[in-house]
């Protein structure tokens, strides 16, 4: 590795926080992204959802559904299940940074589970240039653990509450005495599986919104201002139509919003200490998460325009066969002018009754992805399975 690992630092928090590759526009499109502390929350975990665009807020439930809809949980097959993924970041630029993501779930009865979810993002190993420092090295990281419960209130529909806590430990300066940021947060999540007749085939559509990290803002010790954590909005539909007795079709879309207040534009001409200053001066940073969640939805300097353009969308498809192999594809949209990442991906899975594999690949179609070019994998188990395979093998012994 070599020694001048601050510029990677730079890069580091260049993506994470997407303020590069700006677009030459005129003044009213300038470059102004939503931004927020602990990013890493945002990021998709696993391959399936990843394939699809990064959608999944109302596709069929899985072990992964912690992060996606909570609420899935219930509607779930298996009796229990955990699930390991694994995800690369800046693969084009590094080598050791990476999302590292547990999830597992148990069905209490049949209207109910409780499940929970260990997330890792680690930013490397970074070298000081400093002379002073010479030789020395840190290694900044992220991480949260969430629990929560879900039910079925009919048998179409469910809630679920989740539970969070937030670490952020990004601290890059060795004489900084700044302690880790901690945030608490939690999300209520609602899903509507129903089912109807098309011709003779029993065809199924679902819905979901799940509002993720209500809670406090992150403060670093040391800092007097405290940072949005990235509470978010997602809503999204999920059609699935059976072909055959093998064959199945779906095809879903999700809308993503983070609900964090648009900071003020930076002027032409006017210096980052100036810029900060204002921002300080109008109060951006004394905003309650709370009050945030209801200023998001107004607040944009460029009008209901640039309010539309704070929107995500994705799209995706998934073809299933003998609910045994899945081929995948879907699209990522985001506004040039609120970081631009637009992408395809695509993926496969191979389902057993023991456990399930999936990969993800993204094409970026604009330089602002952190996952251009990278790969995705997912391992989820059924516990169920597992300990029918067991018994099995145990009385043929």
């Not at 590094?94 to 499940?115: K, P, Q």
Request: proline content about 4%; hydrophobic content about 40%; aromatic content about 14%.
């Amino acid at each position: 590795m070599k020694r001048n690992r601050i510029i990677r630092i730079l890069l580091i928090l260049v993506a994470i926080f997407s303020t590069e590759s700006i677009v030459a526009q005129d003044k009213q499109d300038m470059y102004n992204p939503v931004n927020t502390a602990a990013t890493f929350m945002a990021i998709a975990p696993d391959a399936r959802g990843g394939s699809m665009g990064d959608m999944g807020v109302a596709t069929d439930a899985d072990v992964f559904s912690q992060y996606w809809n909570p609420a899935k949980y219930p509607f779930n097959i298996a009796r229990a299940g955990v699930g390991l993924s694994y995800t690369p970041w800046l693969r084009k630029l590094v080598n050791d940074i990476n999302l590292a993501n547990m999830a597992g779930f148990y069905r209490i009865g049949d209207y109910s589970a409780v499940h929970a979810s260990l997330r890792y993002f680690s930013l490397g190993e970074v070298f000081f240039a400093d002379e002073a420092l010479e030789g020395m090295s840190i290694k900044p990281y992220e991480m949260s653990i969430d629990a929560g419960y879900s039910r079925m209130l009919s048998s179409t529909f469910s809630m679920a509450v989740n539970l969070r806590f937030i670490l952020s430990d990004i601290k890059y300066n060795m004489q900084d005495d700044s302690r880790p940021g901690k945030a608490f947060a939690a999300d209520i999540a609602l899903y509507h599986l129903g089912y109807f007749m098309a011709g003779n085939r029993e065809c199924s559509l679902g819905w979901g919104v799940n509002i993720s990290n209500i809670g406090s803002k992150i403060s670093y010790g040391g800092s007097d201002q405290s940072e949005f954590i990235p509470t978010n909005l997602r809503i999204g539909l999920n059609f699935t139509i059976p072909f055959n007795q093998y064959n199945k079709f779906s095809i879903g879309a999700d809308m993503n919003k983070l609900l964090v207040p648009t900071p003020p534009k930076q002027e032409e001409g006017e210096s980052p200490e100036d810029f900060m200053n204002r921002v300080n001066d109008e109060g951006y940073y004394g905003i309650s998460s709370i009050a945030g969640i209801f200023k998001s939805f107004g607040d944009a300097p460029g009008g209901f325009k640039e309010e539309m353009q704070e929107i995500q969308w994705s799209l995706g498809c998934e073809y299933t066969y003998n609910d045994r192999f899945m081929l995948r594809v879907g699209y990522h949209h985001e506004a040039e002018n609120k970081g631009n990442r637009k992408y395809f991906t695509v993926g496969a899975g191979f389902h057993m009754s023991v456990f399930t594999v999936d990969a993800a690949y993204v094409f970026s179609t604009a330089q602002t992805n952190p996952l251009d070019q990278t790969m995705r994998f997912s391992l989820a188990f059924d516990l169920d399975g597992m300990r029918d395979l067991f018994g099995k093998l145990k009385r043929r012994r």
